[in-house]
């Protein structure tokens, strides 16, 4: 896959499923979207009915042009006075569209102060700007979308940051890979894939009872069920490698500026048992989303306040030496195949 999205419209033959009749009884004005001066009625699933701008929908995008040139049957249906198109979109995702096509709507910065958008507008965005292929929209709401699920290590360890961007649940991973795939965005995938070590319980019974479909993760293929699976155990074992890679460090450590060389040599000890343990437990954690920091400040708390500052700086040089080689091997873990990953501050 490349990382820029897909810039493929519905194909003409798809048209008329886009603009099948699938509302019953009459249709409902949405209390948000019903512009006085608007002259189409595009009505959504459940019979939303939204009054907007024609001439603006035909602008931006080309399926909507197509779609608004499509011979009439003869028997117009019209509401209000204005022609009425039916569309088989969700509501809420083709509100949040047509926002911004038609009102102008920013979602990501109120006077030019940055605003945390969810991701399930920011789906919404991504979903309905593929379909309709507007691809400013597109492209921001990809954009946004990547600065929390980021290929760049230093931005992914700083959480608040993230935060003030995205507002994101563990369960939105599995529609961030969703996305990924639709968009063909392979830069999200290890992070969304990585969050889904949060999730409660990692199988799925091969069955389609209710009850599975219920469960989360039934959301997502077999082959992507298999990379999480397969990731938890490659996560395992390589940080047991590079406990055991800190440990290879006794030859060097205590520092020989250390002072304290035997109180800081039985603190390391300490710590690489502590770190393995814990780490290992919160593989299995559902509140753990981040392995990568939570294993090498575990690590460091444990062994606090043991060492001297020569020997903590040495050892945190090793660890952060290490995980940014985890970061590297990231797609690998998940079986993916990444372009231009990792990424450095200049790439973002």
């Not at 512009?35 to 939303?48: M, R």
């Not at 509100?95 to 920011?122: A, F, I, M």
């Not at 991504?126 to 929209?137: F, G, L, N, P």
């Not at 306040?305 to 290490?322: I, M, Q, Y």
Request: charged share 25%; aromatic share 8%; with cysteine.
């Amino acid at each position: 896959m490349s990382g820029s999205p897909s810039r493929k419209r519905p194909r003409p033959e798809a048209e008329e499923s886009i603009s099948q009749t699938v509302t019953v009884g009459e249709p409902q004005r949405d209390e948000e979207l019903w512009l006085s001066d608007g002259n189409v009625v595009v009505v959504a699933q459940h019979a939303v009915a939204f009054r907007v701008h024609k001439s603006l929908l035909a602008q931006r995008s080309e399926v909507f042009r197509d779609l608004f040139s499509l011979p009439s049957s003869g028997t117009e249906e019209t509401l209000d006075g204005c022609p009425v198109v039916h569309l088989i979109d969700p509501p809420d995702d083709l509100r949040h569209l047509l926002s911004v096509l038609c009102c102008g709507k920013n979602y990501y910065y109120t006077q030019d102060k940055v605003q945390p958008v969810s991701v399930k507008v920011l789906a919404a965005l991504i979903r309905m700007s593929h379909k309709y292929a507007i691809q400013d929209v597109l492209a921001d709401a990809l954009a946004r979308l990547q600065r929390y699920y980021t290929a760049n290590l230093a931005e992914w360890s700083a959480i608040a940051s993230r935060e003030q961007y995205v507002k994101a649940d563990p369960e939105d991973a599995i529609t961030v890979i969703e996305l990924a795939r639709l968009t063909d965005t392979p830069s999200l995938l290890p992070t969304a894939f990585l969050s889904c070590f949060a999730l409660d319980g990692t199988t799925v019974p091969s069955s389609s009872s209710a009850r599975d479909r219920e469960h989360i993760l039934a959301r997502l293929a077999p082959e992507d069920l298999t990379r999480i699976l397969r990731g938890r155990v490659k996560m395992t074992k390589m940080h047991t490698f590079r406990i055991f890679a800190i440990f290879a460090m006794r030859k060097s450590l205590p520092s020989a500026e250390c002072r304290t060389s035997t109180n800081c040599g039985k603190a390391m000890f300490a710590g690489f048992g502590n770190a393995g343990q814990d780490f290992i437990l919160s593989v299995y954690q559902d509140e753990q989303d981040d392995i990568l920091l939570s294993s090498l400040s575990g690590y460091m708390a444990n062994s606090d306040p043991g060492l001297c500052a020569k020997c903590r700086a040495d050892v945190e040089t090793a660890l952060e030496n290490n995980r940014r080689i985890v970061w590297e091997q990231l797609p690998d873990l998940f079986d993916l195949q990444v372009d231009g990953w990792p990424a450095t501050g200049s790439d973002h």
